[in-house]
C-alpha cells in the first residue's frame, strides 16, 4: 500500500495562475482532508470531504476549491492564486470510525510569486 | 469550540534526559486527543491518543503522554531523549462530530548531543 500519496511535491506559481494538487489514498477510507501548514500556524483545515460525493469547508477555505473525484481521490483547486497561499498543503485520510488518527501525504511544497 | 495549545514553540534538551512537550485543550464534552511528530520535509506521523481508560498512554518511538483532566492537559513524554527524536511536534484534538481535527502550532524539539 502506498498509503496516500500527493502530486506535485514542488510548484512554482506567478500570481494568478492556476493549478490542482492532486491526492490519493489507496487505504479504502471514506474521508479525506486538505491543510495548510503555516510557520507558528500548525495545520489549518482547508477542506475535507467526509464521504465520495460531500465535501464541507474547514478553518480556511476561501480561494480554493476542491473535488471528491471518486473515493480515491481528492483534489484541491487554486483558481487564481495569490502569495498569501504560499504554503506546504498535505492530505490525509483516517479510518472510518470516530477516534482514529489522520494518516498523512508526504505534501506539496507550493511557492507563488 | 475544540482548541489545543502549545505554549512552547522551542524545547531544548540533552540526550539521555527526560523530555516534556507540554498540550493543553479546551472542549465542549469528552477530550479526544492525538500526538503527532514531523520530521523535515515529511508529512505528519501518527504517535499516540488518549481516548478514555488509562490516564498514561504509551506510543511509538518509546514517547508517551499523561492526561490529566483537572488541569486539561496532555503532555508528550519521554524518559530519555535521543538526537534523532529531534522534529516538529503537534498536539491535536478530534471536534465534537469527529469529523474535524484542530492542531496545536507545533513545537520544535532541540535534542542535542
Known amino acids: 500500500n502506498a498509503g496516500v500519496t500527493q502530486t506535485p511535491k514542488f510548484q512554482v506559481l506567478k500570481t494568478g495562475q492556476s493549478m490542482t494538487l492532486q491526492c490519493a489514498q489507496d487505504m479504502n477510507h471514506n474521508s479525506m482532508y486538505w491543510y495548510r501548514q503555516d510557520p507558528g500556524m500548525g495545520l489549518r483545515l482547508i477542506y475535507y470531504s467526509a464521504s465520495e460525493g460531500t465535501t464541507d469547508k474547514g478553518e480556511v477555505p476561501n480561494g480554493y476549491n476542491v473535488s471528491r473525484l471518486n473515493k480515491r481521490e481528492f483534489s484541491l483547486r487554486l483558481e487564481s492564486a495569490a502569495p498569501s497561499q504560499t504554503s506546504v498543503y498535505f492530505c490525509a485520510s483516517p479510518p472510518s470510525g470516530s477516534y482514529n488518527e489522520q494518516f498523512f501525504g508526504p505534501g506539496t511544497r507550493l511557492t507563488v510569486l | 469550540a475544540q482548541s489545543v495549545a502549545q505554549p512552547e514553540d522551542q524545547v531544548n534538551v540533552a540526550e539521555g534526559n527526560p523530555l516534556t512537550v507540554k498540550c493543553t485543550y479546551s472542549v465542549s464534552g469528552n477530550p479526544y486527543l492525538f500526538w503527532y511528530v514531523q520530521y523535515p520535509n515529511r508529512g505528519l506521523q501518527f504517535l499516540l491518543k488518549?481516548?478514555?481508560?488509562?490516564?498514561l498512554v504509551k506510543g511509538s518511538y518509546g514517547f508517551e503522554a499523561e492526561f490529566n483532566k483537572s488541569q486539561t492537559s496532555f503532555h508528550l513524554k519521554k524518559p530519555s531523549a535521543l538526537v534523532s527524536d529531534s522534529a516538529l511536534y503537534f498536539c491535536a484534538v478530534i471536534g465534537y462530530n469527529f469529523n474535524k481535527f484542530y492542531f496545536g502550532s507545533g513545537t520544535k524539539l532541540n535534542v542535542k548531543p
Open positions: 488518549y481516548i478514555t481508560g488509562d490516564n
